[in-house]
């Protein structure tokens, strides 16, 4: 059986997650925070999560765990066959963690950890949001989904990035991101309806408090 190493708060193991459901495949959750002890390093070598146990061994990364996953042609599939499409889908995916995902993490501190940052990083971090906002935008379809007509990888993205994004928005800036964006606005409220969706939310709700007193811990050295 597939095991999936990482913890519900996170949003990348929230994605793997997400895609194992939706194939209907059998999985294990083991719950381990990222960190440097050899023994994580032995199957995460930058000791980060999500990470996934097959037969094969390990892998890590989000976007190979998920191309793996789409590879093994199991379940539902959720990149297009044709070439051209599907190179789309996958540059959607980077492109919303590169330019919304990422900045949105400058943020964290402050939004959800009542960590101060400084003027220049929150700056920046409005800045790069409403940039990546916008090229999501010129490039995404929204007819409905994020790439067009089909449920793809690059929705499941959108789902943990851009709702991590808004959040970041609404606390540091007092803005909508998605406030002249309905299209986007109405898919992110759709997909939080879809049954799988809200399990894992329910666990990532149910997984918080554990995760912040880790973080208590680990702050007090």
Do not use: W
């Amino acid at each position: 059986m597939l095991k999936l190493y990482g913890f519900a708060v996170s949003n990348y193991y929230n994605m793997v997650k997400l895609v194992l459901l939706e194939k209907g495949l059998a999985f294990e959750e083991v719950t381990v925070y990222a960190t440097q002890s050899e023994a994580f390093l032995g199957i995460s070598p930058r000791g980060k999560v999500p990470v996934l146990g097959t037969e094969q061994g390990c892998l890590s990364e989000t976007s190979a765990i998920l191309d793996y996953l789409e590879d093994c042609g199991a379940g539902k599939a959720l990149l297009p066959e044709e070439p051209f499409a599907r190179a789309q889908v996958r540059a959607l995916m980077r492109e919303i963690e590169l330019y919304i995902e990422l900045p949105a993490r400058l943020g964290y501190p402050q939004a959800f950890f009542a960590t101060r940052i400084g003027e220049e990083t929150k700056a920046r971090c409005r800045a790069e949001l409403l940039a990546g906002v916008a090229a999501l935008k010129r490039h995404g379809r929204f007819a409905p989904y994020v790439a067009g007509d089909g449920y793809s990888l690059a929705d499941i993205y959108f789902l943990y990035s851009v709702d991590l994004a808004c959040g970041v928005a609404k606390k540091l800036f007092e803005l909508d991101l998605l406030a002249d964006f309905p299209a986007a606005a109405e898919l992110l409220a759709r997909l939080k309806q879809n049954p799988h969706v809200q399990r894992i939310a329910a666990d990532r709700d149910a997984a918080m408090p554990a995760f912040l007193a880790m973080l208590q811990a680990k702050a007090k050295g």
